[in-house]
């Protein structure tokens, strides 16, 4: 298991972290997704298989961009 943390930017409402949560909810092996429009920040936690960019083409799809945050 593992988590881990992205800078995303765009995200203003609800309905981001929504769109942002159902997009990265697709990925297999997804276990939990906390994302925040406040902090722009999205955590995702799942099996070591889920890859970054496997999560950054997901929220790309969702019409946002995000980074690795280190």
Known sequence: MATNE???TGMTCGHCEMSIRE???EIAGV???QVS???GRLVVTGSDSVEDSQ??????EAGYSAVRAV
């Open 6 to 8: 992205y800078q995303v």
């Open 23 to 25: 997009e990265v909810g």
């Open 31 to 33: 276990q939990d997704i």
């Open 37 to 39: 429009a406040q902090t």
């Open 55 to 60: 999560i950054l083409t997901a929220v790309t």
